[in-house]
């Protein structure tokens, strides 16, 4: 959804004063100073105007535009890369070698025991890519028509993630290529649907939902025993809504599922409606439902890393303070039936980063009055686990995904 109070930005084309609306996902502020690029303008010189904070408006091809992008992207890349083998020749072991220099299979192994710093150095290596690449901006019409050659049609994508622009007015707008390529990605996501091979069906996310593509946690909902009544089940924080539409597979006759997202409620909202599950209800809640029954079974699959999110969509991944995850352990008692559980699934990949540690976790189960009656485990198999060249390796290939079973202390 766009936000309420709209934001312009103004520049200069040919001395004449341009006006739009301004569009950014991530709530960046309009750019203050924009020049003019197209296909002339070289991928050395449009990195230097970006990296100087510079806004450049897209004349050109508008394939060119995404071309010029990548090349940026590759830059960045190269000045990273370059940082982190500087840091891992400063830091690795006293031990004379052979090399010269640290290889890029090296680095994981000189950098494990910095990995708390070194996860805070790759966000903000993150954030400061994502603001340089999105200084490359497009303008569309307030149809969000762009008027560049060989342009596609981009108004359903952007009229699904950004809403509808103010066409009596003929309210243009300018946003960054990345936010537009970003539509465009949620768009066929939308269309081809995420498969879910252990439940043989796909998931349809939209703009600015957390899209399941890591599932591993799934078939841990499946093997794991339901409650010996399960009658009511609530799904905290449902997103997509996948744990809801397992629960509903598995028989539960009542599933509450709840969201503080309205993306994420539309967005659940059609999946279970693809699927002809009468038995889920939605509502829209910061965690728990009101006026809703005890429930035998509570589940939530919250953000699994301890840091601030810098967009949107990264609310599904990260957690400032372990806010949602505390908040939900503490409420989650007062919500349960006599006899009933909380399915808690989490990665370990925080304590594995040093950001959380496992002690604390334990703690906090015990603050909100639960202890643990079993756990289930399992390994992602994803490609970021399996590299060698990631500089958080050491972290991701030791990271477990579990289903926590709580129940109240006895």
């Given amino acids: 959804m766009l936000p309420t109070e709209k934001q312009y930005v103004q520049w200069h084309e040919n001395e004449t004063l341009c006006n739009a609306r301004w569009l950014s996902e991530s709530n960046q502020v309009p750019?203050?100073?924009?020049?003019?690029?197209?296909?002339?303008t070289t991928a050395d010189e449009a990195y230097r105007l970006a990296c100087a904070g510079t806004s450049m408006l897209w004349h050109g091809d508008f394939h060119n535009a995404r071309q010029l992008l990548q090349a940026i992207n590759r830059r960045i890349e190269r000045s990273e890369q370059r940082k982190i083998s500087k840091a891992a020749n400063k830091n690795k072991s006293a031990e004379p070698t052979a090399e010269s220099s640290v290889t890029p299979k090296m680095i994981p192994e000189v950098l494990s025991k910095q990995l708390p710093n070194l996860f805070h150095q790759q966000r903000q290596a993150q954030a400061q890519r994502s603001r340089v690449l999105g200084r490359l901006l497009l303008?569309?019409?307030?149809?969000?028509?762009?008027?560049?050659?060989?342009?596609?049609?981009?108004?359903?994508?952007?009229?699904?993630a950004f809403g509808q622009l103010d066409k009596a007015m003929d309210e243009s707008c300018l946003l960054s290529f990345r936010d537009l390529q970003g539509a465009l990605g949620a768009a066929g996501?939308?269309?081809?649907?995420?498969?879910?091979?252990?439940?043989?069906?796909s998931i349809f996310p939209h703009y600015g939902v957390f899209a399941p593509t890591r599932h591993e946690y799934v078939q841990l909902l499946l093997d794991a025993p339901l409650p010996d009544t399960c009658d009511v089940a609530l799904d905290i924080g449902t997103g997509t809504g996948l744990?809801?539409?397992?629960?509903?597979?598995?028989?539960?006759?009542?599933?509450?599922?709840t969201d503080l997202n309205p993306r994420a409620l539309a967005c659940a909202s059609e999946n279970f409606a693809r699927l002809e599950l009468s038995a889920v209800q939605l509502q829209q809640a910061d965690l728990f439902p009101t006026d809703a029954p005890l429930a035998n079974l509570i589940v939530c699959n919250p953000?699994?890393?301890?840091?601030?999110?810098t967009s949107p969509l990264e609310h599904g991944v990260?957690?400032?303070?372990?806010?949602?995850l505390r908040g939900f352990l503490q409420g989650a008692k007062q919500h349960l039936a006599e006899q009933g559980e909380v399915w808690?699934?989490?990665?370990?990949?925080?304590?594995?980063?040093?950001?959380?540690?496992?002690?604390?976790l334990l703690g906090w189960f015990?603050?909100?009055?639960?202890?643990?009656?079993?756990?289930?485990?399992?390994?992602?198999?994803?490609?970021?686990?399996?590299?060698?060249?990631?500089?958080l390796f050491a972290a991701r290939s030791a990271e477990i995904t579990s289903l926590w079973c709580l129940v109240p202390q006895s």
């Fill in 31 to 40: 750019p203050a100073r924009i020049v003019l690029v197209d296909d002339k």
């Fill in 139 to 160: 303008k569309l019409d307030a149809r969000y028509v762009s008027q560049l050659r060989r342009a596609p049609d981009v108004s359903a994508a952007c009229t699904a």
């Fill in 189 to 201: 996501w939308r269309a081809k649907g995420v498969p879910i091979e252990n439940l043989g069906l």
């Fill in 243 to 257: 744990l809801a539409i397992i629960l509903a597979q598995r028989g539960v006759q009542q599933v509450i599922a």
């Fill in 303 to 309: 953000p699994w890393l301890p840091a601030k999110p």
């Fill in 318 to 324: 990260y957690d400032a303070n372990s806010a949602m």
């Fill in 344 to 360: 808690l699934i989490l990665s370990d990949l925080a304590e594995h980063l040093q950001l959380r540690t496992r002690d604390e």
């Fill in 366 to 391: 015990a603050d909100a009055d639960l202890e643990v009656k079993y756990r289930l485990d399992t390994q992602p198999k994803h490609g970021r686990s399996q590299d060698n060249t990631d500089p």
